[in-house]
């Protein structure tokens, strides 16, 4: 039995979909399963709750080999330790109570790093790695740069103006990864009952592209010029805290974009198991130019 977490989120439905094919028997934890669409919920075991729930986790944990860990996002959260370290606490209790023998979590790349430590979102995600570490339970975590499927928030801004907004540096160049990479190999993980230990396990995506080199590629796919314009922090403050974002989280955002502008995303040497298949352009053609038409 493998437990997915977040099976209606980016990653997770994917990583969900991958286990399906397969033929692997699946239990999710879900808030609101009727956000599965109808031919999963016949086909998985469902324990309704948050994964951040210490009775939910319990249940779904049970006669589980292995466990897709992801933290849904907590924008309105009064800490970045409330956000990462006390949801993942119930898991790390049922981790053990439970007897999972492997976990594959999310989290980022950037262990190393100079930067790291005042990192905001990133330092926080290494924060929960340690902790699930340190129940002892076979551990792999995915670390990945900032990923591709984030300029889907931006579809408005390319729409209107041609135009994406980031408080990143226009000519520095850093690997981005795919969602649909990232859950290939969490699928292969999951599904692999032969790895022990704890490790990070990097997913890079192909190439490493500064913010106009994206636009680039973007105005090539899309037919008509698009062009990158680096915000200053203020202006990416106020947008963040008029969306409702908590100011603990969005000095978090903050932390963690001035960290990628200073090398945080640079510091996992690529490799090539490290460096997965689909690239930016691909990206593009087959996900983002569709989004925009709709």
Same mark, same amino acid.
């Given at each position: ?5 977040? %099976? ?9 979909q ?6 692997a ?17 016949e ?5 309704q709750?948050?994964?951040g ?10 006669d ?7 933290? %849904? %996002?907590? *924008?309105?959260?009064?800490s ?82 041609s ?8 000519? *520095? ?7 649909r ?7 292969e ?8 230990g ?7 995506? %192909?190439?490493?592209?500064?913010a ?17 314009q ?22 978090g ?42």
């Open positions: 039995m493998i437990v997915v977490t977040t %099976p209606t989120g980016t990653i997770g439905h994917q990583v969900l991958r286990l399906l094919d397969r033929g028997p699946v239990r999710v934890i879900a808030r609101d399963p009727a956000r599965l669409p109808a031919q999963t919920r086909r998985v075991e469902i324990v709750g948050s994964h729930d210490i009775d939910v986790v319990t249940k779904a944990f049970a589980a080999k292995a466990v897709f860990w992801l933290l %849904p %996002p907590n *924008h309105r959260a009064a970045l330790e409330a956000a990462f370290l006390d949801f993942t606490r119930p898991a790390c209790e049922a981790f053990t109570s439970q007897g999972v023998e492997r976990v594959v979590g999310v989290s980022a790349v950037g262990r190393g790093s100079a930067v790291v430590g005042h990192a905001g979102l990133v330092t926080a995600s290494l924060a929960m790695d340690d902790l699930i570490a340190s129940t002892g339970v076979n551990y792999r975590a995915l670390t990945m740069p900032s990923f591709m499927d984030n300029m889907l928030g931006q579809i408005e801004a390319i729409k209107s103006q135009m994406f907004f980031w408080p990143l540096s226009p000519d *520095h160049k850093r690997p981005t990864c795919a969602t990479d990232i859950a290939a190999v969490a699928a993980l999951l599904l692999d009952d032969s790895w022990t704890q490790d990070s396990v990097p997913v890079l995506g %192909p190439e490493d592209l500064s106009n080199d994206m636009a680039q590629i973007m105005s090539e796919v899309l037919g008509r010029p698009i062009r990158f680096q915000i200053p922090n203020t202006a990416f403050e106020a947008r963040l805290l008029e969306s409702g974002m908590s100011e603990a989280f969005t000095q955002m903050l932390d963690m974009s001035d960290a990628k502008n200073h090398g945080l995303d640079n510091a996992e040497p690529r490799t090539p198991q490290s460096t997965t298949p689909t690239s930016f352009r691909q990206w593009c053609e087959e996900v983002l130019a569709p989004a925009i038409q709709n």
